[in-house]
Nanobody, 124 residues
Framework: QVQLVESGGGLVQAGDSLRLSCAASGRTFNNNAMGWFRQAPGKEREFVAAISWSSGRTYYADSVKGRFTISRDNAKNTVYLQMNSLKPEDTAVYYC?????????????????WGQGTQVTVSS
């Protein structure tokens, strides 16, 4: 069982940066792939970024590649999403997610644990 608590969202202007944090509790943290999803107003929840426990590789949606960076600090049981060069199109509720497995999937239904979400709003 994994519990996820997110923080770091806020209201920023286009071009600004934010760093989201997701603190995980539970003894299986090191066995879990971790990721970030987002849901914009009127849109379906979509994959943003993920990190594989088994390989250490990172994965990004094309829309954020080069701007966002996912990282994981196992000592602090925390995963981060550094978001640079934010655009109004990035406005969404951002959710931290974890899988029961070590490998990454990009489909929402393949993730087992979810944070409460944190709002990111980017103004023009």
């Amino acid at each position: 069982q994994v519990q996820l608590v997110e923080s770091g969202g806020g209201l920023v202007q286009a071009g600004d940066s934010l760093r989201l944090s997701c603190a995980a509790s539970g003894r299986t943290f090191n066995n879990n792939a971790m990721g970030w999803f987002r849901q914009a107003p009127g849109k379906e929840r979509e994959f943003v970024a993920a990190i594989s426990w088994s390989s250490g590789r990172t994965y990004y949606a094309d829309s954020v590649k080069g701007r966002f960076t996912i990282s994981r600090d196992n000592a602090k049981n925390t995963v981060y999403l550094q978001m640079n060069s934010l655009k109004p199109e990035d406005t969404a509720v951002y959710y931290c997610a974890a899988r029961r497995y070590s490998t990454v999937r990009i489909t929402t239904r393949d993730w087992d644990y979810w944070g409460q979400g944190t709002q990111v709003t980017v103004s023009s």
